[in-house]
């Protein structure tokens, strides 16, 4: 279970990380932006009225450059960008957008439920990334004197250890370390090591592991419906990991294939402009990434974002401590087509929840991350079993309609914000707009959902807190500050999922 532990916890960080962080300089996805049809046809024709479930009387145009605007552009009627800025002193907003419209005739409504991990998922995913590679795990019972490291990483940590205290030494600091409770020392984490190495064995025990995907319906958690192992290939150890602890208390189920070496619990990072980040091959690692989305069979999800990861040491986080990177990698995050129309990506998790509320429901993804040394990371969040309701085209909102709503609610939505922190000023910077799919639940109903069209207004938020000199900035190309139901104008919380 300590290894169980540090999955879920690593997955956490991540999760969380993406939540809270965007990167500033990450490539967008390439999806095409659509120009839209104008209010008025060409030589000042009335356009033709729009069809019963919002549909076009004529099939996709082509404007002067090319460019095909499908109905869906032609229902909304918005123009290629959105300029607009507003403030009180307090709050500025400030939007200078271009606004993305996916290709299509039409958005449907789908419905949506979880399912758990299957047989043939593991299968996939291990023969593209794995090449079918046997699992084993370090026998815990045979290793349980050390648990379950050899002399030559006991060594590798004790020497880690050592050089920290000799580093702070030198700066006058006497570190410690939280461990539930207690304080521990440097001095006293070396020692616990130094007694592990005694019984600690020169080679590690091993035992095969059956590669069998499990769930057993239950209200509690089940050891079975967990599968994991280590898995080599070329030289390298893979940490696999398949939780199916799908439950009514708990929704977050999780697939992951984890590169071991130099530590790759990654977390996403507004720095690209590194050494490192800027070594990486960026176009090559999104075509290795969609090859391998190809190769497992997902043949019903697109590129819908990228950006810089970076792994760091799992170092104790105390003030006195910085943690060394050991890392740098590149990330391709993808998310569902429905007949041609995507799931608009961002970094809200959908795993928060109000009072009295009892569990929450994240939302699928799929990302894969890869390094100078390869492939490094794999995390599928979440299945969706996924049916349409209905071949009928929903009605959308016009854009002038959803201009109107998010400049009258930007600064309505966090209204409660700004009056538990008197004296902040805020400033929002809008620089996209897009039209896609969201999975949307009612509130308290877990179980299954909706996909509808909706409008995200990405971009950053700064903060001045009256206490603080610098700024404190949050956003990205993948936070979204206002969500807005694109048939009925209301307003979704992303991380609620309603």
């Not at 996709?60 to 009627?77: L, N």
């Not at 007694?195 to 509690?220: F, G």
């Not at 308290?444 to 001045?464: A, K, L, Y």
Request: proline letters at 4%; a negative charge; glycine letters at 8%.
């Amino acid at each position: 279970m300590k290894k169980k532990e540090a999955a879920v916890l690593g997955m956490a960080l991540c999760l969380l990380s993406l939540t809270l962080a965007g990167c500033q300089d990450s490539a967008q996805t390439q999806e095409e932006i659509v120009t839209p049809k104008q209010e008025e046809s060409q030589e000042g024709q009335d356009a033709e009225p729009l069809p019963e479930g919002g549909g076009t009387q004529e099939t996709d145009q082509a404007d002067d450059e090319g460019t095909v605007a499908g109905a869906i552009a032609d229902q909304v009627k918005a123009p290629e960008s959105y300029s607009w800025e507003s403030g009180d002193g307090m709050v500025s907003v400030k939007v200078d957008a271009p606004i993305v419209i996916p290709q299509g005739e039409g958005f449907k409504t789908w419905r949506v439920q979880s399912r758990v991990f299957t047989q043939e998922d593991y299968d996939r995913v291990s023969q593209t990334l794995l090449g079918g590679a046997e699992l084993w795990n370090r026998d815990e019972e045979l290793m349980e004197g050390s648990h379950g490291f050899t002399a030559a990483e006991i060594d590798a940590r004790i020497a880690e250890l050592e050089a920290r205290k000799e580093e702070n030494a030198k700066q006058g600091i006497e570190a410690t370390v939280k461990e539930g409770s207690k304080d521990k020392s440097l001095d006293e984490q070396i020692e616990e090591w130094r007694r592990l190495k005694e019984n600690a064995p020169e080679e590690p025990s091993l035992v095969a592991v059956p590669a069998v995907v499990s769930y057993t319906e239950s209200t509690e958690y089940e050891e079975e419906n967990w599968l994991y192992g280590t898995a080599s290939v070329d030289g390298r150890d893979f940490f696999v990991s398949l939780d199916n602890n799908l439950r009514d208390d708990w929704r977050w189920i999780n697939f992951e294939v984890r590169c071991e070496e130099a530590n790759s619990n990654f977390i996403n990072i507004a720095d690209g402009t590194s050494v490192a980040a800027a070594e990486l091959p960026k176009e090559e690692i999104k075509g290795m990434a969609q090859e391998a989305m190809e190769a497992m069979g997902f043949t019903d999800f697109a590129v819908a974002g990228e950006e810089f990861f970076s792994s760091f040491s799992g170092v104790e986080r105390e003030e006195s401590t910085i943690a060394q990177v050991d890392q740098v990698g590149y990330g391709v995050y993808f998310t569902r087509l429905l007949e041609g129309i995507p799931v608009t990506y961002t970094h809200a998790g959908g795993n928060s929840m109000e009072e009295d509320v009892d569990v929450s429901w994240p939302y699928e993804n799929i990302w894969l991350i890869y390094t100078k040394g390869g492939f490094a990371n794999f995390q599928w969040i979440d299945p969706y079993q996924i049916e349409k309701e209905s071949d009928e085209y929903v009605f959308l909102l016009p854009w002038s309609e959803i201009q109107g709503i998010f400049e009258e609610m930007l600064v309505k939505k966090y209204e409660d914000f700004f009056a538990e922190n008197k004296g902040v000023k805020v400033s929002f910077d809008i620089n996209e707009v897009r039209l896609g799919y969201m999975r949307v639940i009612e509130k308290g109903n877990v179980f299954e959902g909706r996909m509808v069209p909706v409008w995200d207004f990405f971009g950053s938020e700064t903060i001045n807190y009256p206490d603080m000199s610098e700024p404190y900035m949050l956003g990205g190309p993948y936070e979204s500050w206002l969500t807005i139901n694109a048939m009925d104008g209301t307003i979704i919380d992303r991380e609620l999922g309603y």
